[in-house]
């Protein structure tokens, strides 16, 4: 039963991440001002998510992460389209694939690298399993399969380049470089959200300081660009920091059922999703 209930909530939130997904294409609402940012902030939490799913997820990794980058690669054109982009040749959808391919980058790495501190931490604590020394070994069947898929991604992503015209050029559209400082960003929400949904007690207080938390980095956000390039390209500091705010909404709508239904990392099924 504890397996099907699992079951149902992922189907649930897949269909109505699906469905949203859809209503937004269908309708062809498009960014027009501040409060229309919320439809950006949209596909950035959907980036997060499938990156956090690829960081955590016990799907062998050779079947996830192809699947993670089909869905990052969804999350993009999503998002070009809600800004209203024509065309997607050029150095403006390069710009935005930069962002989300940082933010998926910087999830991975900073997840993993916290995952292994972790089990390093456990491991020398007293009581706690001793650490396992053996050298890490793949199978020669895994090895094949990776290369493979590596090779044939690298072969697909080189087509992809050429068709949507995407040379060493796409660098001198003028916003380029702040994509990836976005997408830094955005990693970081993810990473203060989930971090806020670990632990039993105080989860009302901990998401709402984490909401804040992700506001003041939006703010900051705004103060980087404008050290590191002069100029924000015209987005004003209370837009970045709305912009946070809208993602963290949308990753705990979808990581709280996960959270109650017990299948964040370490969590067991909880009957309130605010029980302390």
Known sequence: MKNDQRTMVICLLLAAHA??????????????????LFLLAWPFSQGSLIALWAAVSRIRSFL???????????????TVRVLGLVSLRGGES???AAMFATQALSILVLTTGCCLIWQLVRRRRPGGRAADTRPVQFSLRFLLLWTTLLALMLGLGQTAFQRLGWTPQVVQWEYFYFCPVLGAGNALFALIVLASLTGRAWLLV???LATTLVGMLGYAQWHVLMLLFGNTGGVAIFDFALLGIYQAAYLYATLLPLRWAGCLPGEKRERNPFRP
């Open 19 to 36: 469905a949203l997904d859809l209503v937004l294409l269908a309708s062809g609402w498009e960014l027009h001002g501040t409060w229309d």
């Open 64 to 78: 996830r992460f192809p699947a993670a980058l089909l869905g990052i690669v969804w999350t993009w054109f999503l």
């Open 94 to 96: 390069a710009g935005w």
């Open 206 to 208: 901990r998401m709402l």
